[in-house]
């Protein structure tokens, strides 16, 4: 595993801006709690995703998730260095949000296709904490362990 470089702050905040504005694209009309997440890879892709609600509760997809599924479609596997998450009802200031036990394990997944530690930049409106992967997802399950 290899550690992801620091990020350039000028780069950091175009990610937190990113995520930010994926709030916008949310479809939650069930929690109302509209997030966005943004990933940045290593040749300075950033790709995004939003939470995406179903009246079936537990159906329902995170931000970090689709941005993940996102990036997998459109050809981004290998190369995840930071993520950023933002998440709160639309226009009132939220606390930091950081990726759910289930995005944990989806972002370790892209993460191992190029090996990778990625930031984790989880933001609210007056605060952010930044923590790698491997912080929040210790001894994480993944292809390693199905092979052979
Ligand atoms: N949610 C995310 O999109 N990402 C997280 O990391 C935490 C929770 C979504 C799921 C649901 O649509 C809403 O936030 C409330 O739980």
Do not use: K
Not at 17 to 37: C, D, I, K, L, N
Request: overall charge negative; proline content about 5%; some cysteine.
């Amino acid at each position: 595993m290899s550690d992801a470089a620091a990020i350039d702050p000028a780069d950091r905040d175009a990610l937190i801006a990113a995520a930010r504005a994926a709030m916008a694209g949310a479809y939650a009309p069930y929690s109302r709690f509209h997030v966005g997440a943004a990933l940045r890879f290593a040749d300075g892709t950033v790709v995004v995703g939003s939470n995406f609600e179903n009246a079936s509760y537990g159906l329902s997809l995170c931000a970090e998730t689709v941005a993940a599924a996102n990036a997998s479609q459109q050809g981004h596997r290998a190369g995840l260095v930071a993520v950023a998450i933002a998440g709160g009802p639309l226009g009132v200031p939220g606390a930091v949000v950081a990726p759910c036990g289930r995005c944990r394990q989806v972002l370790a997944e892209l993460a191992s296709l190029g090996h990778t530690d990625p930031l984790i930049i989880a933001t609210g409106a007056h605060e952010t904490v930044d923590m790698r992967l491997s912080a929040l997802l210790p001894l994480a399950f993944g292809p390693a362990n199905l092979r052979t």
